[in-house]
């Protein structure tokens, strides 16, 4: 079985600009988390998503978006890029919303410059 | 704020080693405590602990919890080469807005270098 996807592996941005990340969870998961995580620090948890609908959400400014679709993949969106979004984004799939059975993808490696 | 902070923030050990990683939390609406080994990208999880004084054991790794003392350790013993890594704690609260569902704070990690 595949495990989490997510793309692209590696993006490069500049200030203002916005993107999109994509992630696809593990096949028969309904539930699917984001996490940015900083050079040197630990992941900071962005949303979490379960059956479409969004069950957490970080303390990120609201240039942070995302949506999960009815095959229940996700993207996450970023608009107006900081330099400070640089950053390792992470996506998590698992089968409910509970945080011990979740899975994490490989991660997209986002600089802006 | 809820804050969580690990100690120490690196460490270097040699092959045989026992070792011992702190993590320390201030939550509001506490749910639970997970950790997470990182070697390169993926964080793979390791325990999630919701009771104090209740071990949690894999092979050479435990861990437990101390809800009263607020924190939690995870012990290594007979440490190998392929533990080195990132071991990352995270713990679930409740979000103060009850419609927000609950959320993941991580601690900044520690470093853990066996050598041969």
């Known amino acids: 079985d595949a495990g989490v996807t997510q793309s692209p592996t590696h993006l490069i941005k500049t200030r203002g600009q916005h993107v999109t990340l994509r992630c696809s969870p593990i096949?028969?998961?309904?539930?699917v988390s984001w996490y940015q995580q900083v050079l040197g620090q630990g992941p900071q948890f962005i949303f979490q998503y379960y059956e479409k609908e969004e069950r957490g959400r970080g303390n990120f400014p609201d240039r942070f978006s995302a949506r999960q679709f009815p095959n229940y993949s996700s993207e996450l969106n970023v608009n107006a890029l900081l330099l400070g979004d640089s950053a390792l984004y992470l996506c998590?799939?698992?089968?409910?919303?509970?945080?011990?059975?979740?899975?994490f993808g490989p991660g997209t490696r986002l600089t802006v410059l | 704020e809820d804050k969580v902070v690990q100690s120490p923030l690196s460490l270097v050990v040699h092959e045989g080693d026992t070792v011992t990683l702190n993590c320390s939390y201030e939550v509001t609406n506490f749910r639970s405590l997970l950790w997470y080994k990182q070697e390169k990208k993926a964080p793979t999880f390791l325990f999630m602990l919701?009771?104090?004084?209740i071990e949690k054991k894999s092979g050479r790794l435990s861990s437990i919890l101390d809800k009263k003392e607020l924190f939690s350790i995870l012990n290594i013993t007979a440490t190998q080469t392929g533990d080195s890594a990132v071991y990352l704690c995270?713990?679930?609260?409740?979000?103060?807005?009850?419609?927000?569902?609950?959320?993941?704070?991580f601690g900044g990690g520690t470093r853990l270098m066996v050598k041969p």
């Open positions: 998590a799939s698992g089968l409910s919303g509970v945080y011990n059975e979740q899975f």
């Open positions: 995270a713990v679930e609260a409740r979000r103060r807005n009850n419609n927000a569902g609950n959320m993941l704070t």
């Open positions: 096949s028969g998961h309904k539930s």
């Open positions: 919701t009771s104090s004084g």
